[in-house]
């Protein structure tokens, strides 16, 4: 335990309870460089040693030692169903954290669970549309995509994010007219499960479904893929389209739903 503590970032603050000699409690927090700002990794205390006000003096003296680094602002995340109220979030507002709000969206499921959602082989993409595997773009067209960075897409859409772990054979490239528009990134999630990672297309096509569209055409060679069984679907709360679009045509008998409450806390 003591040696994989030592290995962590010189950014992350540490600090454990003890009752005698006995560990009882941990906490992790991780504060960003001039930004005022951390994030709560973890909190934890021993089954025993709940409900007796450990967790919160555990969190006390984080707040202290946060405080004395120059830190203004703490956030914090959890999972949980489509309602707030969990243990987690009782814990943090007790600590002083503002209401929690949803983050990200997650949907999960049986690949074979598609004839409740017809939608996936109805919804196709016109002719003048191709979509191709990842692998197929050239270096010409990564150059491309890296200058739209920041101009048609935000940081937050790169294709490229963490390419080591993506399933470059599986995700697709969207193009049009042979310009590439679009792109949907799968990553295996398990040995079994396929995460849909990221979903874009450019601002002058999302007005016709052609991500849907996209995210169809993946989710139709999903189903015909024998390597896995499960998927599972991440959409930022910000895009308030697609989770609606989602909640609406993906919650079905069988889709697990979840959501990743953050919340803040002014110190």
């Not at 069988?254 to 803040?264: D, H, I, P, S, Y």
Request: net charge positive; aromatic share 8%; hydrophobic share 40%.
């Amino acid at each position: 335990m003591r040696q994989s503590l030592q290995r962590l970032p010189s950014s992350f603050l540490v600090l454990g309870a003890f009752r005698g000699s006995e560990p009882v409690g941990l906490a992790i927090a991780d504060r960003r460089e001039g930004g005022g700002t951390a994030s709560l990794l973890a909190l934890t205390v021993a089954e025993r040693e709940r409900r007796q006000g450990v967790g919160r003096a555990l969190f006390g003296e984080m707040e202290t030692a946060l405080k004395r680094t120059g830190t203004r602002t703490i956030g914090a995340e959890h999972l949980g169903g489509i309602d707030a109220a969990t243990a987690e979030t009782a814990f943090l507002q007790a600590c002083g954290f503002d209401e929690p709000r949803p983050g990200i969206h997650i949907w999960g499921g049986l690949t074979g669970l598609h004839p409740e959602m017809p939608w996936v082989h109805r919804i196709r993409l016109p002719d003048v549309f191709a979509a191709a595997s990842f692998t197929t773009l050239t270096a010409k067209e990564r150059d491309e995509l890296r200058q739209g960075e920041g101009n048609w897409y935000t940081p937050d859409y790169t294709p490229f994010a963490d390419e080591d772990l993506i399933d470059k054979e599986r995700s697709l490239v969207l193009r049009y007219s042979g310009a590439v528009v679009g792109w949907t990134i799968l990553e295996p999630f398990d040995a079994r499960t396929m995460l849909f990672k990221t979903m874009f297309v450019h601002p002058r096509h999302q007005r016709m479904g052609r991500g849907i569209a996209l995210a169809a055409e993946a989710g139709r060679r999903l189903i015909r893929d024998p390597a896995f069984s499960e998927w599972l679907l991440f959409v930022e709360a910000r895009n308030a389209d697609m989770v609606r679009f989602l909640a609406r045509h993906v919650s079905c008998p069988g889709v697990q739903k979840e959501v990743l409450w953050r919340t803040v806390k002014r110190l």
